[in-house]
């Protein structure tokens, strides 16, 4: 599905139809499309009528006459459709393998969370409601053993995360596997804190026989989007905080179950129904900072206490793919 995207080969451009113009031979008049701002758009959909890919087709028939439907809502001029020209090629400019600028315009406009609120609706199962994957997701983040802390910085103090991974019944799914990432001591991901690539506060834990995990990590803090790029600079022009509220990445998955891409969002955050990318979609992902938690295996220690469900994986999620593949590998190709 949708091979274009990935390159073309020679069979997929041996046969190029030409346009269906009007008029024709014999008409004395010359072949073109004399066109207005109502009849471009059915020009255009007849013109890419040829795509054989179905769900190609099917997209790009909805995104242009969507996007032509806006075009002509907002009498867009020539000049503003320069500005968002210019405003998109510097999303792309400012795309680096550390910095996804795309995801980001995804993200501040809500279109990422409508994606995942719609893929949540195809589940087989209702299990732990899904978050945003985010920028910030790395593969290869490295392994720790329960309780281990997985923060080089903890001057801000720890924080205990411990539950287990069942399936929709409540049966342990031992063997899964938790990936784990957030903020260091100072708001940032690591991604930003430090150019060397070195991986910091994030890791891997694996459940016990019993679905149990246990992690230990420090506070995650509010912190900002990057607003010195043209996102950024969007954000601002509409008088938007630019805020996240302080949350931990989990993703979460073992065989046969579907991946869950999902955060927790700590209560006491001011952002929660701010919060600038629409991560904090779900109030059962809001969790509380226990103080001194009888049932924390780490005792004393400020507690997170969160058991998660996975749904079991469908024949579609089989042929869909990861949900939760590593942004910095978008366009390394
Ligand atoms: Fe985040």
Redesign the pocket.
């Known amino acids: 599905m949708l091979k274009w995207l990935f390159g073309q080969t020679s069979s997929d451009t041996a046969e190029v139809k030409g346009p269906s113009g009007k008029g024709g031979s014999g008409s004395g008049k010359p072949e073109v499309l004399n066109l207005t701002p109502e009849t471009v758009t059915q020009a255009a959909l007849e013109q890419m009528a040829t795509t054989p890919d179905p769900r190609l087709r099917e997209i790009m028939e909805a995104a242009i006459t969507h996007l032509h439907q806006f075009a002509r809502d907002v009498k867009l001029t020539p000049a503003e459709w320069l500005v968002a020209i210019d405003f998109m090629t510097r999303v792309g400019k400012t795309c680096t393998p550390e910095r996804q600028e795309f995801i980001l315009l995804s993200d501040t406009t809500g279109l990422s969370a409508l994606v995942n609120l719609m893929h949540d609706t195809t589940a087989m199962e209702v299990a732990t409601d899904t978050s ?1 994957l ?1 920028p ?1 997701f790395r593969e290869n983040a490295p392994h720790f053993k329960p309780g281990e802390q997985i923060c080089k910085n903890i001057s801000n103090g720890e924080v205990a995360m411990y539950g287990r991974v069942t399936d929709v019944k409540g049966k342990p799914i031992a063997n899964a596997r938790i990936d784990i ?3 260091d001591e100072n708001g940032l ?1 690591d991604i930003q804190a430090d150019a060397s690539g070195a991986m910091d506060s994030r890791g891997v834990f694996t459940t016990d026989a019993n679905g149990n995990y246990l992690i230990r990590t420090v506070p ?1 803090l509010d ?1 900002s989007i990057p607003m010195d790029g043209p996102v950024g600079a969007l954000v601002r022009a509409q008088k938007r905080h630019g805020m ?1 509220p302080a ?1 931990i ?1 989990l993703l979460i998955s073992a065989p046969d179950y579907r991946e869950l891409v999902t ?1 927790l969002y700590l209560s006491t955050s001011k952002y929660l129904a701010t919060d600038v990318v629409f ?1 904090s979609s779900s109030e059962d992902l809001v969790a509380n900072v226990v103080e001194n938690d009888p049932n924390c295996p780490l005792k004393g220690m400020p507690a997170v206490h969160y058991d998660f469900t996975l749904a079991r994986m469908s024949e579609a999620d089989r042929r869909s793919g990861r949900v939760g593949s590593d942004p910095s590998k978008i366009g390394a190709n």
Do not use: I, K, N, S
Request: hydrophobic share 30%; aromatic share 28%.
């Open positions: 945003l985010g910030f990432w957030q903020t991901y995650p912190y996240r949350h990445h955060a991560g």
